[in-house]
């Protein structure tokens, strides 16, 4: 049997505070995009998805899941997702990078698609600056790892530019943006493992132009 081309998922979730007013449509959202992943393996069966599923706050972070197959991916409910206290982000997005990437040490034929979603800057991490993770971006992203940052309630364009993710989607903190958003980030998915499907290479345009607008 022809092995499977490897989809890594890396899913970043801000589960600070602030989250508290929009945790419901958050978790909404989330759930379908679960339903999104389990089709897209089933779309593309030479693919092989996994997930690893993080959520943060300064009380500390909270693995889901780490490189799961899709189909263990599991909905969310207000049990699991509990937003509270400030925003460690890179801390959160150093912490996820560095333990994929160790895990993936030695392994080929791979994407990694890497989805951060927060409604605030940066403003607890006590181990990673945002030059580190400026650093380890630029360097992954020569290895097929692909970085989008979805954000409110801050200056998105600006923050993604200091880390160089350049894939970014900014909405407003209200339930027609939020689903607005994650059906944008669904069809996004989508299409990225089309592209997988088509041409194995890293997918340097995540959102088109007139979906961030």
């Excluded at 945790?23 to 995009?33: A, D, P, S, Y």
């Excluded at 993080?54 to 899941?65: A, E, I, P, R």
């Excluded at 979805?150 to 689903?179: M, P, Q, W």
Aim: charged letters at 30%; hydrophobic letters at 35%; one cysteine or more.
């Amino acid at each position: 049997m022809e092995k499977k081309h490897q989809v890594y998922n890396l899913i970043i979730l801000d589960e600070s505070g602030s989250m508290e007013s929009i945790k419901n449509t958050i978790i909404q959202g989330f759930n379908e995009l679960v339903q999104t992943i389990h089709g897209v393996e089933k779309q593309f069966p030479e693919q092989e998805h996994f997930i690893s599923f993080l959520t943060f706050n300064s009380m500390g972070q909270k693995w889901l899941h780490f490189v799961d197959k899709a189909s263990k991916l599991k909905k969310i409910d207000n049990k699991k997702y509990k937003p509270d206290a400030l925003t460690p982000l890179y801390d959160a997005i150093g912490s996820g990078i560095h333990k994929l990437k160790h895990f993936l040490e030695g392994k080929s034929d791979y994407n990694v698609l890497v989805t951060i979603l927060t409604d605030g800057e940066e403003n607890a991490s006590k181990e990673f600056s945002g030059t580190d993770i400026k650093k380890m971006v630029e360097k992954l992203q020569m290895e097929n790892w692909t970085f989008t940052y979805i954000g409110t309630d801050h200056d998105v364009e600006k923050v993604a530019r200091s880390l160089s993710i350049n894939n970014t989607l900014s909405f407003e903190k209200d339930e027609e943006e939020i689903e607005k958003m994650f059906e944008i980030e669904r069809e996004a998915r989508a299409v990225y493992c089309e592209n997988i499907h088509e041409h194995k290479n890293t997918v340097l345009h995540y959102f088109s132009k007139n979906e961030t607008e």
